[in-house]
C-alpha cells in the first residue's frame, strides 16, 4: 500500500528531501513554481554533476485561474487556438513577468537572497533545467527521482502538491509514494513525452537572468540609482502629466519649467478636481494657469470662469482674448450680487487665491456654493498660499475638496505624535470627531511633513533659486539666463543693497528726526486704544436682555481684544514711514476719538469699525486702519463700487494731503466737536452700512470717554509741537530727489512704501519739485494695469502703443499692489520705509527681479538715517518690550510684527552682499523636486532612464554613512502602501522609525552619482521588514470607524443592524448592501444632516430603512472609495546607511 503524505500526519517535504539524499538526479512537474521556495531542496541538487542526463529537470505546467477556465469553458464563438510560435512567444513572456512579479512580493530576507543566488548558479550550470509546458493546461504535481538501486531505480510521488513551501509542508495536500517498477516507468514515459514535445520550451536561462537583475543580483547597486528611483517614482505624476497632456500651439513660447507646472497642473486638476498653483512672484503663474484653462478647454471642452482683485480684470480680459480662451472675468468684489447669476462654468480659476483664507467670509460662501453646485474643477493662483497657518491652505482646498472626503492617506506626523499606529489613529479617533484621512484630520495637524504630503497632491511650487539651479543655462560671464523661444535671453540678475543716508546741516530743522525719537514712541506706548479694545470695557452683567444683533456684535470685540497691539505697532510703523503720515493718521486718529466721545455724551449709538485683523495688518492693506475705508466693520464691503474716496468735508479727509486738524484746537476742543457732531451724522447716514451699531450703555461709558479723551489730549500735544508737514523741511525727501536726478537721473526707479498716505505724499512732492512722468499706486487705485504697462511697457508688450510723454520713469507704490504686474522694465527698486522682516524686502526685489529682467544688476536701495542703525534698533525694541509687557498680541498674529533679526537692518547698512539674495519662500512642493533631480539626471545621462525605468521593485544599496544625533546608521524604505500612496520611513538600526518625512528621506537619500556602494549590513533586510511592518500596521481600511456612539453613522448603523436580524426574512439585498456599506465607509455630510434630523423626530426602523436606502441608490449616502481590486503593499527600493 502506498503512503499518504498530507502534511499533517506526514510532510511531504522530509521524505522527498530523504529520497533525493540519495538520488542522481530528478524529473519533477508541478503546475506553480514558488523561485523563493528552490531553498528547501538546492543542497541536494547542487550535489549534481549538471548536464543533461544529470541534473533536475523541472517541467512547469499553464495553470489557469478558475475565472479563465470558466470563461473558456462558456465562451461563445471562439474556439481553441493552435499552439504557433507566435502564441509561444506571448506566452512566454507572461510567464516570464510573473517569476518577476514573484521577487517583487514581500519583504527580502538574507535566507531568500542566498538561496536565489544558489538557484541561480544552478540554472547556469545546469544542474537544474527548468522548461514551460505550453501546449494545454496542466495541472500534474509528479516528482519523480532516480536513485542507483536495482531494486527501486525511480521513486515517484504524485499528488497535489506544489514545489513551495506550503505545498511541501504547511497546507494540506493529498500525495502517494509511487514505488513499484511499472508505475514508475509509465510516468517517466508520460514525463518524457511532454518534456520533448513542441509546445515544451526551455526557460533556464531567462530565469537565471531575471534573478540576476532582481534584487538578489549578485552585483552592488550604484547608491545613486536607487535615489533616482526614489525620485522617479515620487515624481510620478508629474510623468504622467507630461505624457498624458499637451501644451496648446498659442503656448509654445512657455518655458520648460512653465510647461511642467502646466502638465502637473492639469495632472492633478483632472484627477483630484483642482490645483494650487503657488509658483513664487514672477515666474509667470498667469501664463501658466491660462494654458491649463485653454488645455481643460481643448481636451474636455470646459469654460472657465475667472475671479480675480478688480486691479486685474483689465490683464485678465487682455489674456483671455489673445489666448482665445471661452470665459469670462469676474472682479472678486462683485462675486456676491452677480455670481449666483451666471451661467455653468465647468473650470473656476481664482487669481490671488489666498484672499479667500476666511472661509466665514460672505465671499467666500459665495464662491464655494457656486463650485459646488456647478461640480466645477478649480485652478488657484496664488505665490503666498499661506500667510500665517496652514489652514490658510485648507480654506482654499475646500473650495474643490469637501472636508470629510476619504484621501486615502491620513496626517501621519499627527498619528504619530498621539502614539502611533493603531494607538494614535484611536486617541485621534476620541479627540476629533472627523475621519483621520479627511481634510478635516490634516487641519488638525501643525507638522509640516503632513502638510507637504497633502500639497504634493494638490500644489505645484516651485522658487526663483530652484528654477535658477535647475533650469537656467550658465553664460561664459557665469551669469545663468533662461532662454526664450524666439532665441532672447532672460538673465538672473545680481541683487546689489545700497544704503541712502539722509540729514541735515541744521538739526533743528529735521522734522523728520525731531519726530522719530524716544519721546514719541514713549506717548505711543502709553496709548489706551480704547477704540481697538472695545471688548475691555463692555458691561457684563447688564440687567437689559442683548438682541441677537448685540450678542453677534460683542462676541466679535471680545475676540478681537488684541487689535491694541496691532493698532500700536501700526501707528509707530506709519512714524518710521514719514511724518507726514505719522501726522495723518494722529489727525484721523484724534477725529475718531471725538466721534465716540460725542456719540457718548449725546447718549447716542457708537459706530463700531473693523475688528477684522487682516484690515489692520499692513502686509495685506495699505491704507490707514484710521480712514474711513478702513473701518469697515465687514471687509466683503472693502471694494464697494460706489465708495467716492474723496468723500465728506465733514470727515475732513477730501483729497487735501492735510486735514488741519491743528486749527480746528482750542482750549475746549470746541471746534473738534463740532466737526465729530456733523462727521457722526455722516455715518447715520450716507455712510451707515459700513458700521455696526451699539448702544453706549453696554459699555462702561465714563471709563471708555475718559480713555478716548487722553489719548486725543496726547497725539493733540503732538500736534501742537510739530504743526503741519512740511516737505521742504523733510530731509530724507530731499535724498530722494537727489537720488533721482543726481544719481539716476534717466533710469527708471520704482519707490516702494508701506502705506497709501506715503504714496499719495512723495507723488504730490516729486511733481510740485517738476520731476515730471511720476505716477503713485495704492490699493485703491482703479487701473494699475494702465499705470504698470506706461511705466514697463517693454515687459507689458505695450511699447507700440505708449508714446514717449506717456511713458513713466518714476513709479511709486505700496507692498499691496505688487500683485500680478511685469515691472522689470525698471532695474532699481528703492525701500523708502524698511518692513519689519527681511522676507519683504526680498519680495519687494521680485517685483522687477522677474522673467524678462535685462539688467545685470538690481540696486536695492534703502533709507536709514545718518547716526546710524541704532535709533531704530532701539526704537523698535522699545514698542516691542510694549507689546510683551501687556500680552497685547498672541497666537498666530505674531507674524504681523515680523521680528526678524537685527542683524538684517546692520547688514543693509553695511550694503551686505547677498542680503537679499534668496527667496520669499524655500519650499517646493514634492513632485517638482523629485521630478527635477530625474529630469536633470536623465538630460545629463540618458542612459539612466532605462535603468531605472526597468529596475524591478525591492532593489537595495547600501553606501557609507557617518552617524549623527539626528541621522543614525539605519535604512531608508520606500514603498506604495495597498491605496497606491508613497510611504518612505527611514528606520535606525533597532527598527524605530526616525522619520516619515518624505522629503528629508529623498534629501538623505541623495548623492553624487560617483558614490560607490559598499557590502550589505547584515541587518538590512530585517530592517527593511521592521520598516514595513510599521508602515502596514499604520495603513488601515478607513472603514469599520462608526464614530462616537452619539453620532449619526453609529446610531443608524446599530438600529439597521439589529432591524435587519429581526425581519430577516423580508430584509431586501438593498438594505444589506446599504447597511454593509454604512459599516465600510464614512456618511456624506449630507446624509449625516438628513439622518441626524430624523433620528431626533424618533423615525422608526422600517421608514429608517427606507430612508437609507434611498440615499443609497442616489448615491448620498457613503463617500465610497472607487471598487478596485485590493493590492498588497510593495517595497519599491531601500538604501542602507552605515559605516564603512
Known sequence: MPRIFDNIDLELLAILRDTLEISCRADFCV?????????????????????????????????????????????????????DNSSINQLRKRIAAEFRQQLTIGAPSNQDEAGLRRLSHQLKSKRLIIKLFLEHPLHAKLYLVHRQDPNTPIVGFLGSSNLTLSGLVKQGELNVDILDHDSCHKLQKWFEDRWESYGCIDVSEELAQIIDESWARPELIPPYHIYLKIAYHLSHEAIAGISEFRIPSEFNHLFDFQKAAVQLAARHVTKRGGVIIGDVVGLGKTLVGTALAKILQEDCYLETLIICPKTLTEMWREYVREYRLIAEVMPISQVQNELAKLRRYRVVLIDESHNLRNREGKRYKTIAEYITTNESKCILLSATPYNKTYLDISSQLRLFVPEDENLGFRPEALINQLG????????????????VRSLAAFEKSEHPDDWRELMKRYMVRRTRSFIKD????????????????????????????????????DPNSDRYSQLYSASIVDVINQLNFPRYGLGNYIITQDKQPLTADEKRILNTLFRGRNLIGFSRT????????????????????????????????????????????????TRNNDEDAESLRATSFDPETEDDENFNESYISAAGENSNLNLNLINLINLKFKNLRQKAQLTYQEYTSRYQRRFKWLDYRRFDFQK??????????????????????????????????????????????????????????????????NITNVAGVTGECKNPTEITSRFSPVSNGKKAEITSNQELRILISTDILSEGHNLQDCAIIVNWDLPWAIIRLIQRAGRVDRIGQNAAKIFCYSFLPSD????????????????????????????????????????????????????????????????????????????????????????????????????????????????????????????????????AILRMAACPESTPAILKNQQHHELIKKGAELIAKEEKNAGGQLGKPSGARFRTYEKLKNYTQEMKATVTDELRKAVDIIYRYPLRQSATDILNRHLRSGISNQQLAQLVVDLQVDNRLCIVSEEVEKQEPRIICSLGLFQQ
Open 704 to 769: 471708555l470717554k475718559n480713555d478716548l479723551l487722553a489719548d486725543a489730549e496726547a497725539l493733540i500735544n503732538i500736534l501742537q509741537e510739530f504743526g503741519q508737514w512740511q516737505p521742504q523741511m523733510d530731509t530724507k525727501l530731499a535724498a530722494l530727489i537727489d537720488l533721482l536726478t543726481k544719481t539716476h537721473p534717466h533710469e527708471k526707479v520704482l519707490i516702494f512704501t508701506q502705506f497709501a498716505d506715503t504714496v499719495n505724499y512723495l507723488t504730490e512732492s516729486l511733481l510740485a519739485t
Open 470 to 505: 535647475n533650469y537656467a543655462q550658465v553664460a561664459e560671464d557665469g551669469r545663468k539666463y533662461l532662454k526664450f523661444a524666439n532665441g532672447n535671453t532672460s538673465h538672473f540678475p545680481d541683487r546689489i543693497p545700497r544704503t541712502i543716508q539722509f540729514t541735515s546741516s
Open 868 to 999: 546710524g542703525v541704532e535709533r531704530i534698533i532701539n526704537l523698535r525694541g522699545r514698542l516691542r518690550q510694549r507689546l510683551k509687557e501687556n500680552a497685547e498680541v498672541v497666537g498666530t498674529d505674531e507674524a504681523f510684527f515680523e521680528d526678524d533679526s537685527n542683524q538684517v537692518i546692520l547688514d543693509l547698512y553695511n550694503e551686505k552682499s547677498g542680503v537679499l539674495d534668496g527667496d520669499e519662500d524655500t519650499e517646493v512642493d514634492l513632485t517638482s523636486e523629485a521630478f527635477q533631480i530625474w529630469k536633470k539626471a536623465t538630460d545629463h545621462n540618458p542612459a539612466l532612464k532605462k535603468i531605472i525605468e526597468e529596475m524591478p521593485n525591492v532593489v537595495y544599496s547600501t553606501r557609507a554613512h557617518q552617524p549623527q544625533p539626528l541621522q543614525p546608521e539605519g535604512v531608508l524604505l520606500y514603498m506604495k502602501t495597498s491605496d497606491g500612496n508613497d510611504s518612505l520611513i527611514y528606520v535606525d538600526q533597532e527598527g524605530n522609525n526616525v522619520t516619515q518625512s518624505q522629503l
Open 31 to 83: 503546475g506553480y513554481f514558488n523561485l523563493r521556495g528552490w531553498q528547501k531542496i538546492d543542497d541536494l541538487i547542487e550535489k549534481y554533476p549538471g548536464g543533461d542526463v544529470s541534473c533536475c529537470r523541472l517541467l512547469i505546467g499553464m495553470q489557469r485561474l478558475p475565472k479563465d477556465i470558466i470563461n473558456t469553458e462558456f465562451s461563445l464563438g471562439t474556439t481553441a487556438s493552435k499552439l
Open 570 to 617: 501700526n501707528l509707530f510703523k506709519r512714524l518710521e514711514s514719514s511724518g507726514f503720515a505719522f501726522i495723518k493718521s494722529i489727525e484721523r486718529h484724534i477725529l475718531r476719538n471725538f466721534v465716540y466721545i460725542y456719540a457718548i455724551e449725546q447718549g447716542l449709538d457708537i459706530p463700531i469699525g473693523t475688528q477684522d485683523v487682516e484690515l489692520l495688518d
Open 420 to 435: 502611533g499606529g493603531e494607538l494614535g489613529e484611536l486617541e485621534f479617533n476620541k479627540r476629533h470627531q472627523c475621519s
